[in-house]
């Protein structure tokens, strides 16, 4: 028996035409159940399969790597609060705005994280670029994606550490430098 394959494309909506191809043609031909149809999504969604599942993992993996991230910074930065309070506490009293205060601490805080985020964007290109080269279709724009990824993460240590340092600053400079 001689199996022959055809390829038709069908006109929108796809779905419906795609059924009533299905359906109309064995009819036509009399050929009962010899006929077998699959339309290119479905191949597609088959032989992509693994890769949406490693994708959903991927994805699971990074949000609770975020959430532990940001966990870590808190700590870090709440750590580097309380060290440098009685700093804060001394430009307070000599007349720094907590806006200056902010400045200061987050400036220290850019310094050492845009290295990090850097070095971090740049091995996270380099080796999704050789996973993906497995691949016949890849991603457009790849490295502007992981740069707004970087951005955003900085966004998020400004953010915690602002927030922190504000808490810092608008305390009472006087209990700050008496519990030292």
Aim: aromatic share 8%.
């Amino acid at each position: 028996m001689r199996h022959s394959l055809f390829n038709v494309q069908v006109a929108e909506p796809f779905e419906r035409n795609f059924e009533l191809l299905s359906d109309t043609l064995p009819k036509m031909m009399n050929s009962g159940n010899d006929l077998y149809f699959q339309s290119v999504r479905e191949i597609k969604s088959e032989y992509y399969k693994n890769v949406k599942e490693f994708q959903i993992l991927v994805s699971i993996a990074a949000i609770v790597l975020l959430i532990i991230c940001v966990i870590g910074m808190t700590g870090y930065l709440s750590d580097e609060m309380s060290r440098r309070s009685r700093e804060i506490a001394v430009r307070k009293v000599n007349g720094a705005s907590t806006a200056s205060v902010v400045k200061l601490i987050c400036k220290s805080i850019l310094i050492t994280s845009i290295p990090a985020v850097a070095v971090g964007i740049i091995a996270a290109w380099y080796f999704s670029r050789m996973w993906l080269e497995q691949f016949t279709v890849t991603l457009d724009h790849m490295a502007i994606r992981f740069i707004v990824s970087g951005i955003c993460t900085v966004i998020i240590i400004l953010g915690i550490a602002g927030g922190l340092t504000i808490r810092k600053a608008s305390a009472n400079p006087v209990e700050n430098l008496r519990s030292e």
